[in-house]
Every structure is written in C-alpha cells, then in structure tokens.
C-alpha cells in the first residue's frame, strides 16, 4: 500500500510539472485596434510609431506569428512587469513565455516572460 502512494504522489507531480510549465511564442508585438480591421498595414516597422502610441493609450496588445496566428496578450495578475514592458515592444519579434488559453474561438498568451 504504501509504494501505490508514492506511486500515485510521483504520478500527481508529473502532472502538475507539466500542466504548469509555460509555452514559449515568437512573434511581432502588435496593436490589436489597428491590426484587425486593417491586417495589411496593422503592423510591421512601419506601423511601429501607430501601435506604441495605441500600447501607451492601453489597447488590447497581440502577437502576430510568422503563420499568422494571432495571439491576444494578457497581463499575469501576480507578475505585471512582463506585459507592462511590452509597450516598448511594438512593432518588434520577440519571444513571448507563458501559459496559453482558448475561450469560444479565441486564444491568448498569459505573459510571464519577454525573450
């Protein structure tokens, strides 16, 4: 009985480990309130000065991977530095490490980490 609970504590940790462990994204920092009504020109190094000043006025912030998926990008209630650096970042690739979520058709990046 005893080696069935370790067993079963070993097993409860390796699940945990890895329901934790955080995803890592690449992509273009993008202001969403310009990048979805106009994808064209929503973004890239021209677009840069547009999406800081959307960052600082507190827009919705993405991320645009090089297959086009697009990531909403949310602040990490306990660790809010990462996504507050984020502002400085429009319009730049950077790697992105947090936890992934979808809701009804929707997927978002909580930031933990900028790479």
């Known amino acids: 009985m005893r080696t069935f609970s ?5 097993f409860a ?4 480990a890895s329901s934790t462990r955080a995803d890592s994204v690449t992509g273009e920092v ?3 309130a310009c990048y979805m009504p106009h994808p064209e020109t929503g973004h890239g190094p021209g677009h840069k000065k547009c999406a ?3 960052a600082k006025k507190g827009l ?3 991320l645009l991977t ?7 990008l949310l602040e990490d209630h306990e660790n809010s530095k990462p996504y507050g650096q ?3 970042k429009a319009a730049e690739k950077i790697t992105i490490e947090g936890n992934k979520v979808a809701q009804g058709g929707m997927q978002a990046i909580v930031v933990e980490a900028l790479k």
Do not use: H, S
């Open 6 to 10: 370790v067993l079963v504590a070993i």
């Open 13 to 16: 940790g390796f699940l945990w």
């Open 30 to 32: 993008i202001d969403l």
């Open 52 to 54: 800081e000043t959307c």
């Open 60 to 62: 919705p912030l993405g």
């Open 66 to 72: 090089d297959d086009k998926q697009v990531y909403l």
């Open 86 to 88: 984020l502002k400085d």
